[in-house]
């Protein structure tokens, strides 16, 4: 329980490991392959934006034990996701996948954010308003997943995924926003 309080804790939002690397430049899709439509994810103004096309984006590198720290941003009533621990082949296999929804998602019979999609709701409402900046931490470490918003616990779970994997942005055709993506290998 003790790394959760470093790993939600507002006041630690903004001290990163030195190890923490940016994984998105904000200007190009480097490190990443695209899956889907041309308007499934776009670049604006050094934002990543999930379009409105499905599609998937997927993080080259792949990963054991990480933790991401990101702002998020979405569109009244949209929803996306960030599988953990994908296959890197533009699929999600049967990878966890953490769920960023606005905060009336669960209203509109969504997962609400900070969910593990199909095996843990989010036990806390932690998203401001539509059209907010957001604090995201995802941490997973050996199969035990964390998702922090905002600083607040949203889920933490037992997951079954592999030790190895890739982190994969899901769009659902809805338009979301993230920025300073920043990985710290654990």
Known sequence: MLFLLGAC??????????????????????????????RSFMIE??????????????????????ELRCDIRSDAGS???????APGDGTLGKAPVVVLADQ?????????????????????AAMEPTGAWNKLVIRMQGQKLTVCINGTVTAEAEVAAPPRGHLALTGEGEFFWLRELKLTQL
């Open 9 to 38: 804790s507002a006041k630690e939002e903004h001290t990163l490991s030195p190890q923490a690397a940016t994984i998105f430049n904000g200007t190009s899709y480097a490190g990443w392959i695209v899956t889907g439509g041309v």
């Open 45 to 66: 103004g050094g934002v990543l934006a999930c379009g409105d096309e499905p599609g998937t984006l997927t993080y080259a590198e792949e990963l054991g034990d990480f």
């Open 79 to 85: 929803s996306a996701g960030i599988a953990v621990r």
């Open 104 to 124: 009336l998602a669960g209203a509109a019979g969504k997962d609400p954010a900070g969910s593990i999609r199909g095996v843990m709701p989010a036990r806390a």
